[in-house]
Every structure is written in structure tokens, then in C-alpha cells.
């Protein structure tokens, strides 16, 4: 009869301890499941992104001269705007393009009884590189052309217009305030090397995410 309860006691035991290793087992297994789940859905995810915002754009470069024997008048800072689109791949690297409008500057021409208006304005065209430094700081590169324009209006109005090389490098931080929608603000460097004009411009961001797969 002991040998009898025993076993019994022994075999019931056994079955517990099975059963543990069975539930412990199957833990895991969902748990990995669950694990290579999420890695599969966040490897592998594509988005193009659109940044659109304006600012203030302050002008570093020396002011070319128009040429007349004038008093002259200079404004370095006015308003600029950035369109760019990214191509946002699974990794930090991403690249895409940017335009946008730039004023340089402007200034009034006075001679004698005779008044004008200068201005250098330009339209940027760039293959931009970008690369995620944290969630929500990223930092952009650009190299491309500007179309320029130089608008002369004393005695008669004369637009000029020329292409040149130039970059672009910017930092910004962006807030999330959806899963496609987010504000934030970017420091700016603007160089058109061939004619070297400068400017550095801060400016406020809609990031909109308008296609993902």
C-alpha cells in the first residue's frame, strides 16, 4: 500500500513538472513570436516625408555693387521657405530633394534726384542627404544649383538671371504630434559657392508623412 501512494504521489509530481515546462515553453514561443513580429513590421517600413515651412533668412555675404555712383542702403535679413522631400528607408541614411526661396538681400540706390531697389533672390535645386541623429533630431546635406535673379529697378527695371553651384546644411527637431503629422524648427547654412553669397536662416517645419509602406 506505501508503494502504491508512492508512485501515485511520485507520478502526479511528474505531470506537474511536465506541465510546467509545457506552459514555461509555450511562454517563450509566444514571446519570441511576439518579438519577430515587431522587428519584421519595423524592418522593412518605407515612408516619403514632406517638409514645409518659411522663416527669416540673415544675409553674411559681401553686397555686390550695381554699378552706379550712389548712396546706397543695405537689408540683409528678409523672409525664406524650404519644400523638400525625403525618401525615408529602414535605416538612419536618407535622401531626397529640396527648393524653396531664398532673398538675399535688397537695397535702395540713391543718386541725386534718382532712387532704386536691388535685389538677389534665388531658387535652390539640391539632391539632399539626411541621417537621423536621434528620434527627433536630424541633419540635412545638400549639393545641387540656384537658379539666381537680380532684379535692378532705377531708370527702367532689368532682371538678370544666371545659374550657379551651391550647398545647403541644416540641423532641426522635430516634434510628433500624430503618426503622420509633426511641427519643428531647423538652423540653416545657404552657400551659392560660384557667386559666393551666404546666408543663415532659422525656420519653422510642418512634417507631413504623406505615403508609407
Known amino acids: 500500500m506505501y508503494n502504491i501512494k508512492f508512485l501515485t504521489t511520485l507520478l502526479l509530481l511528474c505531470l506537474l513538472l511536465h506541465n510546467g515546462q509545457m506552459h514555461a515553453q509555450d511562454t517563450t514561443i509566444v514571446k519570441a513570436k511576439d518579438s519577430i513580429e515587431v522587428n519584421v513590421q ?39 521657405g524650404t519644400a523638400r522631400i525625403m525618401w525615408h528607408p529602414d535605416h538612419r541614411l536618407r535622401f531626397g530633394i529640396e527648393s524653396g526661396y531664398v532673398n538675399f538681400y535688397t537695397y535702395t540706390v540713391q543718386s541725386g534726384s534718382s532712387s532704386g ?3 538677389l533672390t534665388g531658387i535652390p535645386m539640391l539632391f539632399v542627404w539626411s541621417m ?30 544666371s545659374l550657379s553651384l551651391g550647398v545647403n546644411a541644416s540641423v532641426n527637431y522635430i516634434q510628433p504630434i500624430s503618426p503622420k503629422l509633426g511641427i519643428g524648427a531647423e538652423l540653416k547654412w545657404t552657400d551659392v559657392t560660384q557667386t559666393k553669397d551666404y546666408g543663415v536662416s532659422a525656420q519653422l517645419l510642418l512634417v507631413w508623412k504623406f505615403l508609407e509602406w
Open 42 to 80: 519595423q524592418k522593412g517600413q518605407y515612408a516619403f516625408i514632406l517638409y514645409a515651412g518659411g522663416g527669416w533668412l540673415s544675409y553674411v555675404g559681401s553686397v555686390g555693387s550695381p554699378g552706379i555712383a550712389a548712396n546706397t542702403s543695405v537689408s540683409r535679413s528678409h523672409p525664406t
Open 132 to 161: 537621423a541623429i536621434t528620434k527627433r533630431i536630424n541633419i540635412f546635406a545638400g549639393i545641387g544649383a540656384y537658379f539666381m535673379t537680380t532684379d535692378l529697378d532705377y531708370k527702367g527695371s532689368v532682371a538678370s538671371h
Open 117 to 119: 531697389k536691388v535685389k
